[in-house]
């Protein structure tokens, strides 16, 4: 019905061997985490980036009120995560309270349940019943098992916040994998899920890190962790290029933690490797536009306090959301009369982003007033393109998968391929899986 993978570091499996090196093209946080997990391994590795600091587009930056998150604003807790936390130093920072309050739009309305007692009923129900077909897409699982009202009012913002991506979008068992799988091995997706929960063992969170977990300093801080903890084994201001014609001699172990279109460009020249290359060609990725505004505590009337508000496309926003930062974390606005949001954006037509940031700040800071009514314009904004945001998931690139790994596997064994755009798009998900991976040796 569904094809998995055991791992989402695509390739043949590490290795542990005496005179073991990886060469790793890339100073993203995927790398970052990789090498650390190597480290910890005593695996010898060098990490390669093309530019002069590392994180990708991972990071934080001052401004005169406040902290503003160039991407993720935190990390879901997982034991390996805590684990390379506290071994680099760093102190994780809980949520406030009020983040357990989140909002959906309806109806111009910020709402905790957007479903209709029935839509809700039927949701659940539809958990329960056995399904026979394989769905391709969310929105054909979702409008199957859960009802359109769900797919429409519910999963498609929710899953729209993370992917920048609609339901029809995405894949279903690229996606929502354990959904698949209990599908799969029980025919029943809920009580699949559940019995799946009960045989999972581990550590159990503790009860003091549940929800995002930040830093004081904000994500960078483990950022710059990393990058000391790792510094005598990276070379920054190195084109990885340099490396192929070793890597494609099979003299080297190779591991490519670019984006897909950096990795297609990177084995242009293999002349076996044609069918790889066009399927990293073929991997699209959403231009997101992440822009952070202050406004004055005095100018939003009847604030509701929260983690934020994910909007569904037919509300009629250009955002796909909004992160209310003042209330998720402590210390994000350098004084108490000014409060901190974020607005995601996705820009398919490109107008956006040709946009002055002047003009841009105008139109985005429009509609987040109208979403919270704020009477005033907003204190200061700082806004980050990225042409190349986030890899949409789409069953295309579900499928490509399978096809990668072999094409590596059988051709190219000394060269892997690692990222968000190979099957774990969050940190917590790829630090799970170079934890997996090296922990397994």
């Keep these: 019905m569904y094809q998995f993978l055991e791992s989402s570091l695509l390739g043949k499996p590490l290795q542990k061997g005496k005179d073991t090196h990886y060469h790793i093209v890339g100073g993203g946080i995927s790398a970052l985490m990789l090498g650390y997990q190597l480290k910890k391994a005593g695996i010898g590795f060098t990490i390669y980036e093309k530019n002069d600091r590392v994180g990708g587009i991972l990071g934080s930056s001052q401004t005169e009120y406040g902290l503003v998150e160039w991407a993720a604003n935190g990390v879901l807790w997982t034991h390996a995560y805590e684990e390379m936390v506290r071994d680099l130093g760093l102190t994780l920072l809980p949520p406030k309270k009020e983040t357990k309050k989140r909002f959906l739009l309806k109806d111009g309305q910020m709402r905790r349940m957007p479903l209709s007692l029935g839509a809700a009923n039927k949701a659940f129900w539809g958990m329960f019943k056995k399904q026979d077909q394989a769905f391709e897409t969310l929105a054909d699982f979702s409008d199957s098992v859960l009802g359109p009202s769900v797919t429409r009012n519910l999963l498609s913002p929710a899953l729209g916040g993370i992917y920048a991506a609609q339901a029809k979008e995405l894949s279903f068992p690229g996606v929502l994998k354990s959904f698949a799988k209990a599908q799969v091995e029980n025919g029943r997706i809920g009580p699949g899920l559940w019995r799946s929960r009960r045989a999972k063992k581990g550590p159990k969170k ?30 920054l201001q190195y084109d990885g290029a340099l490396l192929m014609p070793k890597a494609l001699r099979n003299e080297i172990e190779l591991i490519l933690c670019t984006p897909a279109h950096s990795s297609a460009e990177l084995l242009k020249n293999a002349t076996d490797l044609h069918q790889l290359t066009s399927l990293l060609k073929g991997v699209r990725y959403s231009p997101i536009i992440t822009s952070t505004f202050f406004f004055e505590r005095a100018a939003i009337k009847d604030f509701k306090p929260g983690f934020g508000c994910l909007i569904p496309r037919h509300e009629g926003y250009t955002i796909l959301g909004a992160l209310f930062n003042s209330c998720i974390f402590e210390g994000r606005t350098t004084k108490e009369d000014v409060m901190s949001f974020t607005c995601i954006t996705r820009d398919d037509s490109g107008e956006l982003m040709a946009m002055p940031d002047a003009d841009l700040s105008d139109f985005l800071a429009a509609e987040l007033k109208r979403l919270l009514h704020i009477e005033r314009m907003p204190l200061d904004y700082k806004i980050t393109h990225w042409p190349k945001g986030i890899p949409v998931y789409s069953p295309a690139l579900y499928q490509s998968w399978f096809e990668m790994q072999r094409i590596l596997v059988e051709q190219q064994p000394n060269i892997r391929l690692f990222g968000n755009y190979t099957g774990q798009i969050s940190i917590r998900g790829m630090c799970e899986e170079v934890h997996s991976a090296v922990a397994n040796l």
């Design 206 to 235: 503790p009860a003091e890190l549940g929800g995002t977990l930040g830093f004081a300093g904000g994500m960078q801080e483990l950022v710059d962790a990393l990058y000391e903890h790792l510094r005598p084994n990276i070379q």
